[in-house]
């Protein structure tokens, strides 16, 4: 019986050419992450499902690929890396010395909607540093994600620093209760300042305040937390922490623009002072591309308290904003395609091989369909190939091999021993 | 609520140390694979379970995790990766110039009963070439998997080649039915040859050539398959093809030991022709590390009929078998740790880090918690940290870093502007 299978809506197939754009995104922010002192762990791809209605709750079971396993086990692929890690963190490091700085490249899982630079499964980099809330350690998490972003070699991503304790502060300032500050949430973070404005007016609530917290919203000074919080002796630390925090980034990470956004509320619950987004603007309703912050999981998870924060950066926004910018990426080329001319050259066309790939450490590929010089040299072409080395019965006479260089057509002949000893792309 | 949670059963956490070494053996895993020309490609962790089904039967079903999405579809982990590559190549690079080489890293998933080098969730490398059978692409498709074994440091891995068509004709000579041959593969797969004898015997089947087919697994000298098979004329062909095979391996592609092994089973219904699987002996029950072969699955799932071979190296039993040649993995260090002395050189010890990281490309931390110099030295010793940088006022005043090797406890003292210029690990 014969039938044509299809990939699972939503997920996708990497040829070649993408994978090799997605391997050199990964090692740039590989070497970029341990040039900060971070080392690379790996969680499993599904954990329990409570692990992650424990941290999200049961709102996350909309999106969620959950399954029972063969045992009656109720498992879940990862929607995201930070309790994954975090519950690791509880089973084996508590011991570790501090702080700690962990890395990890991850597929996660959502059930939604596919759309452009939203996919059912998708690469996140992400990173979690534990044990320091001190203002430069977060200072230096954040341009951590920044520097990944430009070390990439993106100009056009704005970062946005904003504050979840004083937020909850000002909600407090304001008398939210706990429904209407959920009921806000989602206008907040769609930056629908004219809807929030009248919402508020209609709870009726002290009108100079709502002022204030609308302007706070849109002109995103620090100083105007100052005047809205100057009630709340505890607020005067974190402002201050964070006044910290923006002035280290500005002024000793060289980071051009940093703005103050007292609108990033990504997850109330668990996050619990700093936050902040990277968005790329050209990339429209999807332009967020990184976002983290401090967080508590690990008391939640039955762990020693430690403060924690991090991020996570999505791979396809990463590359959809890097087309945004028409970078360009390293080719995939073959060093070396070799074309035993008659089938008695196979052996001698493999003992150059391997001293290509193995002395040399060249890619090198030998014609495995015995065709013609013509159609061999076309197949060359198409895998991007720098030199081309024939062999015949009238090279071996001579000792020589004949190289062609694919680009310029040019070719010569060189001895074979010279070449085994010293191959050099022409 | 307080939970610890707990990882899934089967599954594990790579930790940084671990991490880095199935890093390091995956680097180089693809640094041979590319030397021989292939290219990357990557395919989703889930497909349609009838993908597996089809190209395994119904019997993979016992140790598939499967689940149906919200979508009410029927979808499964990936038991293993030729046959998601497979439809991959049906549904999109049916056009692309051949032969095609392609490789991939990628996990599977088999509900298995967890033991030492297997787990549930599992890191496969593999690769397969679509598009010939030539005697020297089989074999340099079976060289390199020996080639990227030996390149990790693996000196005592053993290759056996088989051919599962010659094998068939052997059982038809045999005059076995499809009940019998079934009921045998277990026996022939585990070297029980005295459980086949029996178990043929049994059967009355024709006493010398029971003889002929036992010598032939014990003493594994393809000439006895001349013998075995002089009544079918098209033995004489496939034979020579193995033969050619073998002596491309041991004479042009370097491989000390082949040996031939009829008894290899593999898959009966999709492996077609040359099977092979590499061993190490050392490891005991579970010594197979890699195996491959030709096989047939394109005309199955809807593509133009194409000669396809291919293996897979699982990177579990690689490690177990690099831990029993006691093999070394590079060290993970920190090049520096940056220290301080007083919190007001703090912004400078950051710009110091910049430098290092963003220009020399070093790896480089800075203590994040504002140490004494004794306690931040012993955490820079647990990183494996090979200089500490000291930054104090005294430093400051003379326009110098003091720097600490930390293997051998010397320091000495640099100007800023040449170590910004020219930092080198002391």
Redesign the interface.
């Known amino acids: 019986?014969?039938?044509?299978?299809?990939?699972?809506?939503g997920?996708?197939?990497?040829?070649?050419d993408e994978?090799?754009k997605?391997?050199y995104v990964e090692s740039v922010f590989r070497?970029?992450f341990?040039?900060?002192?971070y080392?690379?762990?790996?969680?499993?791809?599904?954990?329990?499902l409570?692990?992650f209605t424990?941290k999200s709750g049961e709102s996350v079971l909309d999106e969620i690929?959950?399954?029972?396993?063969?045992?009656d086990?109720h498992?879940a692929?990862r929607p995201e890396l930070t309790a994954p890690v975090m519950?690791?963190y509880?089973?084996?490091?508590q011991m570790e010395?501090?702080?700690l700085?962990?890395f990890y490249f991850g597929?996660c899982?959502r059930?939604d909607r596919p759309q452009k630079g939203r996919y059912r499964?998708f690469l996140q980099a992400g990173c979690e540093?534990i044990?320091?809330n001190?203002p430069?350690?977060i200072?230096?998490l954040i341009s951590l994600s920044m520097?990944m972003l430009h070390?990439i070699g993106l100009s056009h991503v704005e970062l946005e620093v904003g504050n979840l304790k004083l937020l909850s502060m000002v909600f407090d300032e304001l008398s939210l209760t706990k429904e209407q500050r959920q009921d806000l949430l989602p206008s907040i973070d769609k930056e629908e300042f004219d809807e929030v404005e009248d919402v508020l007016y209609q709870w009726e609530l002290d009108s100079s305040k709502i002022v204030d917290f609308i302007t706070l919203l849109k002109d995103r000074k620090s100083e105007l937390l100052f005047e809205l919080l100057s009630n709340q002796d505890q607020s005067v630390d974190e402002i201050k922490r964070l006044q910290q925090i923006i002035d280290?980034l500005k002024?000793?990470?060289?980071i051009e623009s940093v703005k103050l956004n007292m609108g990033i509320v990504r997850g109330l619950d668990y996050y619990t002072g700093t936050v902040f987004e990277v968005k790329a603007p050209a990339l429209g309703a999807e332009k967020q591309i990184c976002g983290g912050g401090e967080y508590n999981l690990i008391?939640?998870?039955?762990g020693r308290e430690m403060p924690t924060s991090g991020f996570a950066l999505g791979f396809d926004r990463t590359l959809l904003a890097m087309d945004e910018e028409e970078l360009s990426f390293p080719q995939?080329t073959?060093d070396y395609?070799i074309i035993p001319i008659t089938d008695d050259m196979?052996?001698f066309a493999?003992?150059i091989a391997?001293v290509?790939?193995?002395t040399h450490?060249?890619?090198?590929?030998?014609d495995?369909?015995?065709r013609g010089i013509g159609k061999a040299l076309?197949?060359a072409n198409?895998?991007h190939s720098l030199v081309a080395i024939l062999i015949g019965p009238d090279e071996l006479k001579k000792d020589v091999l004949t190289l062609r260089n694919m680009k310029t057509g040019e070719q010569k002949q060189v001895s074979i021993d010279e070449f085994k000893n010293n191959p050099d792309i022409m």
């Open positions: 019986m014969v039938v044509v299978f299809e990939i699972p809506r997920t996708r197939d990497f040829l070649p994978m090799h997605r391997r070497r970029v341990e040039s900060y002192g080392r690379e762990i790996q969680t499993p791809t599904f954990e329990q409570e692990l424990a690929y959950e399954f029972k396993d063969k045992g086990r498992l692929l519950r690791m509880v089973d084996q490091m010395p501090k702080p700085k962990l597929n899982y059930y499964e540093l044990g320091s001190k430069e350690a200072a230096e520097d070390t280290l002024n000793h990470f060289s008391g939640l998870f039955g995939q073959l395609y196979i052996p493999f003992e391997s290509l790939r193995r450490h060249y890619s090198c590929d030998v495995l369909l015995r076309k197949y198409s895998r």
